[in-house]
């Protein structure tokens, strides 16, 4: 319960601060893209960077954990079977 209400917390915290980083920074900018060009202000471009940066880092550790998650693959023992199915043989 508490690590949720932190993550709450921690959210709210970066809501408010883009909020401020909008509010305090409203010059228009404009972004050049091969033949369109849109204008928004510093403060929402800013977030937005910050926002796909964000996206991009958790789709890295995601992709990170499931490669790890991945069982690594057999080694085969002496003749390809286990100790136990050697013994069998005998």
């Known amino acids: 319960m508490l690590r949720r209400s932190l993550r709450v917390l921690l959210l709210l915290l970066f809501v408010a601060a883009g909020f401020l980083l909008g ?31 964000a996206l991009l880092a958790g789709a890295v550790s995601i992709a990170g954990r499931s490669r790890r998650c991945e069982a690594p693959p057999a080694v085969p023992s002496e003749g390809g079977a286990s100790p136990r199915a050697r013994e069998d043989r005998r």
């Open 23 to 53: 509010a305090l920074n409203p010059q228009p900018v404009a972004l050049d893209f091969y033949g369109w060009t849109l204008e928004l202000g510093l403060g929402l471009l800013v977030w937005m960077a910050a926002l796909v940066g």
